[in-house]
């Protein structure tokens, strides 16, 4: 199956103060290659679980534009803190265990660009993203079935968050 994803360039208002907010959060540093926050219904995620916690306004509001764009709403944020290049994610497919079947996820952009790669499972596919500040990437469940994604590795570049929206099924 082909890439079929949709990128958002500019879909923020107001990037900037959405990623002065994120600065201000308290990240969950049990994981090596990132700092991550949960918000919202829990989506259990690489094997760690997040207790219930309301979505705060800011992030919200980035939920209800994702909506606009997604054409459905979104009810958990897990939100993801790169503070280098050296930090990274690797190759996976997102569960559909907990999100609604045929609903998106969207990655909200903050802060330094950083490539997003998807590998066909076939892997003799690969195309590169780059997710700049304030964008939005939408992707499908059909492409989780056949695609996995990652982000590699960078050089000398600074602090980026994402924001990835779900919505769950019950
Ligand atoms: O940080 C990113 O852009 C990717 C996030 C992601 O793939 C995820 O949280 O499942
Ligand atoms: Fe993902």
Do not use: K
Request: a neutral charge; glycine letters at 10%; proline letters at 6%.
């Amino acid at each position: 199956m082909d890439l079929y994803v949709r990128y958002v360039p500019g879909a923020l208002s107001d990037p900037d103060a959405v990623f002065g907010f994120l600065r201000t959060l308290e990240w969950d540093e049990g994981m090596r290659a990132r700092q991550t926050a949960s918000f919202g219904t829990p989506y259990d995620y690489s094997g760690r679980h997040h207790d219930p916690r309301p979505m705060p306004p800011e992030l919200a509001a980035v939920a209800g534009t994702a909506s606009v764009h997604a054409g459905h709403g979104f009810d958990n944020c897990l939100a993801n803190r790169y503070e280098t290049g050296a930090n990274t994610m690797g190759f996976h497919r997102d569960s559909y265990a907990g999100p609604a079947p045929g609903s998106a996820v969207a990655i909200v952009s903050l802060g330094a660009t950083r490539t997003l790669v998807f590998r066909g499972l076939d892997r003799q596919r690969r195309v590169e993203m780059p997710l700049a500040h304030g964008s939005l990437l939408l992707m499908t469940e059909e492409t989780q079935r056949h695609w996995s994604h990652a982000v590699p590795r960078a050089d000398g570049v600074g602090l980026r968050f994402s924001l990835t929206f779900r919505l769950s099924a019950s």
